[in-house]
């Protein structure tokens, strides 16, 4: 009998992944989105058959601890019945794992049902949000381009009600480059988030109409995460955690870095479409030219195990020659694959802002220690 194994990759044992259950179909029609190219208006569901099929071949290749990230488009989309068929066949199928379940939403469908489902059963969710109205609003519009703000609110406020924390995203754009300060207010102060983290929007070749010349180049963006380090030591609250900084301090003093775009890990994350196609992560999906198979045809184990996805493994993995020498290779591994120069094994386009925060966060961090300014819990801020 052929043993179920995966070809493992990454320093991750565990692949992890992502479900785009109802593909590009999304009730929001966001200037910078990765799909506002594509077809966001047809629904879309990933059919019964196929989610047992995934979940129960998911976990016999993987063991223990493992994550399911729900996703979209806007998930929520799928309707309550489908995340509830979801949790059945995870106990269906379960063994000795431990299942976590992730949803990133933009929000604006969660009512009251929605938080104290996703409360009951653990889930932990992701939101999608800009920064205050001003730079919320700006591109994260409904299809008669009005704002989404007020609604996204009020998605966080029956999550909260439920006891639900969740996390959130911010993307970064030009229009933003100006703002870290009235941003950084906003969710510490303001929102009162716990935790949240920023992806830069990068279009140098101006496909996306919508966004001509919001591209977050290499200074704005530095001098942006230099205000937020700035900020972030000055309010001196170890429950506060901003992911970038978290990624960068964690470089620092030698630990492992959590997500994807520090940690070489790319390879261990791929996306499932709703019609069983097989991508490396979401930023990459739709590339006909990177799918790995598809889930209708091919088992899971074949599709991971493929031709196509142990080339993109390989691709992203290598060292570029301009990071070999680099004092800072091993906390940054030329970056998210998605924003590489030239293709996969390019240049990391923020490879200019990396070199110049790590260096100004480990000055902060050094200034600190020397001067035995620590919070109450005995540690230094960047710790917290």
Same mark, same amino acid.
């Given at each position: 009998?052929?043993k ?5 990759t990454?320093?991750?044992?565990? %692949?992890?992944p &992502? #479900? ?5 179909f999304? *009730?929001?029609r ?5 799909? *506002?190219?594509?077809?966001q208006q $047809?629904?879309?569901?990933? +059919?019964?058959?196929?989610?047992e ?6 976990l ?6 493992v994550?399911f990230?729900w996703?979209?488009g806007e ?11 979801? =949790?059945?066949?995870?106990q269906?199928?379960?063994?000795d794992h ?15 049902a ?7 059963h653990?889930?932990?969710v992701?939101?999608s949000?800009?920064?205050? /109205? #001003?730079?919320?609003d ?5 299809r008669?381009?009005? !704002? ?7 998605g #966080? ?6 006891g639900?924390?969740?996390g959130f995203?911010? $993307?970064?754009?030009a229009a933003?480059?100006?703002?870290? +300060? ?7 102060n303001?929102?009162k988030?716990? +935790?949240?983290g $920023? ?7 101006n496909?996306? /109409? /919508?966004?001509?010349?919001?591209? %977050?180049?290499?200074?704005e963006?530095t001098?942006?995460l230099?205000a937020? #380090?700035? =900020? ?5 609250d170890?429950? &506060?955690r ?9 470089g &620092?003093?030698?630990?492992c ?23 490396p992560?979401d930023?990459l999906? *739709?590339? +006909?030219?990177l799918?790995? !198979?598809?889930?209708?045809d091919?088992s ?10 142990l080339?993109?493994?390989?691709e992203v993995?290598?060292v ?5 020498a680099?004092?800072?290779?091993k906390?940054?591994? *030329?970056g998210?694959?998605?924003h ?21 966060? /480990? ?7 020397e001067?035995?300014d620590?919070?109450?819990n005995?540690n $230094?801020?960047?710790?917290g």
């Amino acid at each position: 009998m052929r043993k179920l194994a995966v070809v493992q990759t990454s320093s991750k044992k565990v %692949m992890v992944p &992502i #479900i785009k259950i109802v593909g590009d179909f999304c *009730n929001l029609r966001c200037a910078y989105c990765f799909y *506002n190219t594509l077809d966001q208006q $047809t629904p879309h569901v990933m +059919s019964e058959e196929l989610q047992e099929r995934f979940i129960r071949e998911y976990l016999e290749l993987f063991q223990g601890r493992v994550q399911f990230i729900w996703h979209g488009g806007e998930p929520l989309l799928a309707g309550m019945k489908f995340f509830e068929r979801s =949790l059945t066949f995870q106990q269906k199928y379960r063994k000795d794992h431990e299942i976590q379940n992730v949803v990133q939403t933009n929000a604006t469908l969660a009512n009251d049902a929605w938080a104290a489902f996703f409360a009951e059963h653990k889930f932990k969710v992701g939101i999608s949000l800009d920064g205050d /109205r #001003i730079s919320h609003d700006r591109f994260r519009t409904r299809r008669n381009e009005s !704002g989404s703000f007020d609604a996204v609110m009020r998605g #966080i406020s029956h999550l909260r009600a439920h006891g639900i924390q969740p996390g959130f995203i911010q $993307t970064l754009t030009a229009a933003n480059a100006a703002r870290a +300060s009235e941003d950084f207010t906003f969710f510490a102060n303001v929102l009162k988030a716990k +935790s949240w983290g $920023t992806s830069e929007y990068l279009d140098v070749v101006n496909i996306n /109409r /919508r966004m001509l010349n919001e591209t %977050m180049g290499n200074k704005e963006l530095t001098e942006y995460l230099k205000a937020f #380090i700035d =900020l972030w030591f000055e309010m001196d609250d170890p429950n &506060i955690r901003h992911r970038e900084i978290d990624n960068y301090f964690a470089g &620092i003093v030698g630990r492992c870095a959590s997500s994807c775009t520090h940690s070489g890990t790319c390879s261990a994350y791929f996306t499932v479409e709703y019609d069983g196609r097989v991508f490396p992560c979401d930023r990459l999906a *739709n590339r +006909s030219e990177l799918c790995y !198979g598809n889930l209708s045809d091919t088992s899971l184990l074949d599709v991971l195990n493929s031709e196509r996805r142990l080339k993109f493994a390989e691709e992203v993995n290598a060292v570029h020659p301009d990071c070999a020498a680099c004092e800072w290779q091993k906390v940054c591994h *030329n970056g998210c694959s998605h924003h590489r120069k030239g293709g996969l094994s390019g240049k990391y386009y923020y490879c200019e802002t990396r070199k110049a925060i790590f260096p100004y966060l /480990r000055e902060k961090i050094n200034a600190v220690m020397e001067g035995g300014d620590t919070n109450a819990n005995g540690n $230094t801020a960047a710790e917290g």
